[in-house]
């Protein structure tokens, strides 16, 4: 039997997460939103894994990968925060929110046409909607000042698209 399609399972489970992450923010939901982020990030470091394994690594799975990540953690994280912390800040609270998600996206293309297989160039986009999304999770808990999420959401969408080498793991 041919399991060659199981990583792309994995690939297109963290996008199914990220979607009902959008649906979860629509419904003010944000806690079970973020959760879905968190989720989708444990999804994406199987995929690759068990292609490798399954000697099932494709062309194809990097760019669904890469389709699926956006909008898992660029996207997702955007829209959360904004309706969540940014909505206040009018135009600036949605241009951040825009430019999370377009340096994402920038940083994934960067990714899919160099071949480096040492280190990133740039904060992964898995590690800032993730961290996004558990700062999230711990602003429930404790208070977290509102002008945090805005910095934090332009830190880290700078690093995204920054040329700071990243060791993977």
Do not use: Q, W
Request: charge should be positive; proline fraction near 5%; glycine fraction near 6%.
């Amino acid at each position: 039997m041919n399991f060659k399609f199981i990583p792309s399972l994995f690939t297109l489970s963290n996008l199914l997460l990220g979607i009902t992450s959008l649906i979860f923010t629509m419904e003010n939901e944000y806690i079970i939103s973020a959760s879905m982020i968190l989720l989708a990030m444990i999804l994406d470091a199987m995929d690759g894994r068990v292609a490798r394994r399954l000697n099932a690594t494709s062309t194809f799975g990097k760019e669904l990968d890469s389709l699926a990540d956006l909008v898992s953690f660029g996207v997702a994280p955007a829209i959360l925060v904004y309706a969540l912390k940014l909505k206040p800040f009018g135009i600036v609270g949605l241009i951040v929110c825009v430019a999370f998600a377009l340096c994402g996206a920038i940083r994934l293309a960067r990714f899919n046409v160099l071949n480096i297989s040492g280190h990133f160039i740039g904060v992964p986009i898995t590690a800032a909607g993730s961290l996004v999304a558990l700062i999230v999770l711990v602003g429930h808990r404790v208070f977290i000042p509102p002008m945090v999420f805005p910095v934090l959401m332009i830190i880290l969408s700078y690093l995204m698209v920054s040329k700071i080498k990243v060791p993977k793991y």
